[in-house]
């Protein structure tokens, strides 16, 4: 029996990826050179689709790493001398805050209660604090901010660099990017690709951080630092061999996306999101982990289980539907869901059916 | 018309891939948790069957990254406090020593005459530098060393690290890896696979070097720190999402090469080193670049040309078969030709055929 994978990344692939690759192996994508047109084609398309499907604003730069993971030590490098601030909701904006520690900065963090998430109205951010950084939606504890949020920061601190963490969310949500410096995402989540790739998009203002600290004398990193990523971004290359297959399979995804209509991923993320919220409240076996129903992410649902959830989760295993657990401490008495464009309605349907049907 | 590339990476994927790649799709490879059991046995195949093939000593730890490149970054933050030297032959591992330098540390070199090695009997290295840089084979110019220009390095320097460069040479030659502390190769180019990730093997030594430094206060990086990376390997995950289907497929090909037998690849290589050797001597339009055969890479042949190599390219592609252009200042005047374990003995007998009857 072939599984289906609602866990929150990686998860199922883009129903499309498939159909890709037999093509990426028709047309020797993997075998081409990263130097030649044919790749710079690739690279160009990619940098295109995405520009459209996530509204990027004019004077961004796209460029790709190997992961989300890798980009938070690329800001830490190139975009905080001294200090960043960090709005910590969960494991993973945590982990982004211990990197900048071990790159030797000071990391400054607020962190909220488990399930919810800092409110920026009531935060105190030092001015000396160089680069500010908030994760959109966490996947670790589904807890997720708003557009709004993102807006009272901007305007609060109009110099400092913010920098969005928008992995497991773009481009099921609407995101204006316009009010931050700086996002980044990995493609295993949302986009449903294979791991192995994270794309950063930034600003000029990030350039001249970046330059400013290479004019100061501070190393801002080798061959991914912003100055060399740029260079070859600006003819639809990158410094070292990338995960071309990945680059080629992301373009066509993000294609497929913009043809469907972003809006109508939107519509039916927004449907699915409520099916999930109620086969949380209706089934015997599991309530909100994160209380305020603004702050429940769209694409990730989290539950607190009353049973083991390895019960929950081998159970509907056994009917080839593939849920995450709780992420950390929360492993046995949580479970997450996912919610990407490539699940269905369908296939939420019917995982709600099967969820609200156990008989543990 | 399917093509076939003889480019020194990206490369003609090795003739198994395909299939593997169908079956890792099947058994939803791409969409299982890098912290599962299933995960965990991948990376552990991964690692025996490397074990195997490539006669890894005891006591070496076998840890992934995104490229070589991305391990010059990371030996510079973990393996050296403030000077190394570089054996350099080429543009390879002259960006090596780039990065070290642009990471604040002192990089001295000693620099081959083009097309040739650094001898090593003669270079001076001061004991100060704490790690010495040696690049076997030179995918730039096609140079390669030699087991005992290694074996001599070692016997002089006990005390300190050597890292060995083996991009686009093993498994084809064989290698006597207990005279390194650490060695390091990408997939693209001798196993066939697509970019997009990197092998990095470090003994002991490395990782009291990386220990001491932190103890001294000193940044290693983050997420891929050597300590990160052996406390994730020793339970056979990674610190961050990696490209788990280039993992799964390094596996499934090194098992491949063990069933056929390295001795038998290293012979096939070494008869089709010769042909191609032969194929040189006798065109009209092509001499040797690397004048000592005994530093002939017998992976990477590469020829000065008679006419602008572009020609001699063109005139190839037309009838399916790729080959690389030079490298940098070298693109018009030469070309260069990969000997991989994926290219078959009659496929570089067809391409000497072709070559040898070119007339343009």
Chains 1, 2 share one sequence.
Not at 170 to 177: A, G, Q
Not at 186 to 203: I, R, Y
Not at 208 to 233: D, F, M, R, T
């Amino acid at each position: 029996m072939k599984k289906l994978y609602f866990t929150p990344g990686p998860s199922q692939l883009y129903f499309t990826v498939e159909e890709h690759l037999k093509n990426a192996l028709k047309e020797g994508v993997p075998s081409i050179s990263h130097r030649s047109k044919d790749f710079q084609a690739i690279y160009s398309n990619t940098a295109e689709q995405l520009k459209e499907l996530l509204n990027i604003p004019e004077g961004y730069h796209i460029v790709f790493t190997s992961s989300a993971t890798e980009v938070w030590e690329r800001i830490g490098q190139n975009l905080i001398e001294r200090e960043s601030f960090h709005f910590v909701n969960g494991a993973f904006s945590e982990k982004f805050q211990n990197v900048i520690e071990n790159l030797g900065k000071s990391a400054l963090k607020k962190q909220a209660d488990e399930g919810s998430v800092v409110d920026v109205e009531t935060v105190l951010i030092p001015e000396s604090s160089e680069l500010i950084s908030i994760t959109y939606n966490e996947t670790s504890t589904g807890a997720s901010h708003t557009q709004n949020d993102l807006s009272l920061i901007r305007e609060s601190f109009e110099d400092q660099l913010i920098a969005l963490d928008v992995v497991s969310i773009t481009p099921s949500v609407e995101i204006d990017f316009s009010v931050v410096d700086t996002f980044y995402f990995s493609v295993q989540k949302c986009f449903g690709l294979p791991a192995g790739l994270g794309v950063w998009v930034f600003n000029e203002k990030c350039i001249q951080k970046a330059e400013s600290l290479l004019n100061k004398g501070i190393s801002i990193g080798s061959y991914h630092c912003i100055p060399e990523l740029v260079k070859k971004s600006v003819v639809n290359q990158t410094p070292d061999t990338p995960n071309m297959l990945n680059i080629y399979l992301l373009g066509k995804v993000a294609e497929d996306m913009n043809k469907k209509g972003v809006q109508q991923i939107r519509q039916e993320t927004n449907y699915k999101h409520a099916l999930l919220q109620h086969t949380i409240n209706e089934s015997k076996y599991l309530s909100h982990f994160v209380e305020k129903e603004i702050n429940r992410s769209k694409t990730t649902a989290v539950a607190i289980t009353t049973i083991d959830s390895k019960l929950l989760i081998d159970a509907l295993n056994k009917k080839g539907l593939v849920i995450g657990s709780g992420y950390g401490n929360f492993k046995a008495s949580q479970i997450r869901i996912a919610n990407f464009p490539t699940h269905s309605k369908e296939q939420i349907e019917m995982l709600s059916d099967q969820i609200l049907s156990l008989n543990i």
